[in-house]
């Protein structure tokens, strides 16, 4: 199976140019403010992608998502059943199975914000071993997540419920100037974060075989 991993759209996924594939993975933050509008505008778009399956997780700019989930989840879907909304929620696709959460170390005033610590702890808690595919939004603590000014803020829980979990792939975005590949402890990490840290120009995709 192909997976085709994107994040960090933030509104302008129409610039992107998508290679083919079986699975169109977006870890979050695929709106700009996280409004209805954001949220038919990519809903319209991720039903024209030729894949046979979309994956996807909200980010701290989807606000709408956490407000008022069964709504925007309804508008994202359109009545398709090709894309699979994941909070806190699973899926097996093509014998893989697919493990999705949006919730993140707090950051600023956004969405999805939980305090670090026995918040996250119990979010990682729910997530059942044996996934093949972990899709989050946050980064883990010290992969792929280092800002500008050179801090490590990724979510340390996530970190550490990784050994229990053992993802084969674990896909992420948020910290855009995380974007690119690493593989430890038997996990290939991708931070699919596309456009760059100054929101000036979409990356390409990160394509995963398994």
Request: proline share 6%; net charge negative; glycine share 10%.
């Amino acid at each position: 199976m192909r997976l085709v991993c994107i994040s960090d759209t933030h509104g302008r996924h129409d610039s992107l140019q998508l290679p083919e594939g079986d699975v169109l993975v977006h870890a979050g933050d695929f709106c700009g403010i996280g409004d209805a509008h954001d949220v038919r505008r990519f809903s319209d778009w991720l039903h024209a992608q030729p894949f046979s399956h979309r994956v996807v997780v909200a980010g701290n700019h989807d606000s709408l998502f956490e407000s008022e989930p069964e709504a925007a989840a309804r508008t994202l879907r359109a009545g398709c059943s090709d894309v699979h909304f994941l909070q806190d929620s699973g899926i097996e696709l093509e014998g893989l199975r697919f493990w999705g959460s949006p919730w993140q170390p707090r950051f600023m005033h956004w969405a999805f914000n939980l305090e670090r610590g026995e918040p996250l702890r119990r979010v990682w808690a729910k997530v059942p071993v044996g996934i093949d595919v972990l899709v989050t939004h946050s980064p883990p603590h010290g992969i792929l997540d280092e800002t500008h000014d050179g801090r490590l803020v990724g979510c340390e829980e996530l970190r550490a419920a990784l050994p229990r979990i053992k993802p084969r792939v674990h896909i992420f975005g948020h910290i855009h100037e995380g974007y690119g590949e690493q593989t430890a402890g038997g996990v290939h990490f991708v931070n699919a974060s596309s456009l760059d840290a100054g929101h000036r120009g979409m990356r390409p995709a990160i394509v995963v075989d398994l």
